[in-house]
């Protein structure tokens, strides 16, 4: 008798090829606040056919921060733009105009390359 209850005392072990449980091999992300993070603003081009787009990294934030951060910087700005891997691009060269509003709302920004 004990053989045939030994199957509902066993922990039941699930098989799963795809799903999406990487919480154990993604790494959290820590949130700083604004005065904290060093960013770097920078026109490029590489990549996009020959169209400037401005990215901003060097974030430590979480990815619902960031979003709301692109779409503020979309609408002072009057561009598209996106985040990719942690960074924000807004379409066309507005350099100095990002560090300013990202300096408005506590970042420490600076230019970086030419």
């Given at each position: 008798m004990s053989s045939s209850n030994s199957k509902s005392s066993d922990k039941s072990f699930v098989y799963r090829e795809f799903g999406n449980d990487n919480a154990a091999t993604?790494?959290?992300?820590?949130?700083?606040?604004?005065?904290?993070?060093?960013?770097?603003?920078q026109a490029s081009?590489?990549?996009?056919?020959?169209?400037?787009?401005?990215?901003?990294?060097?974030f430590q934030a979480k990815p619902e921060t960031l979003a709301d951060l692109v779409k503020q910087l979309k609408t002072q700005c009057g561009t598209g733009g996106t985040l990719k891997?942690?960074?924000?691009?807004?379409?066309?060269?507005?350099?100095?105009k990002i560090v300013e509003i990202l300096t408005?709302?506590?970042?420490?920004?600076k230019i970086s390359g030419g």
């Open positions: 993604e790494r959290p992300i820590p949130e700083l606040p604004p005065q904290q993070q060093n960013l770097k603003v081009r590489k990549g996009r056919k020959g169209k400037t787009v401005t990215v901003i990294s060097g891997d942690n960074e924000i691009e807004i379409q066309g060269e507005h350099k100095q408005k709302l506590g970042y420490k920004a």
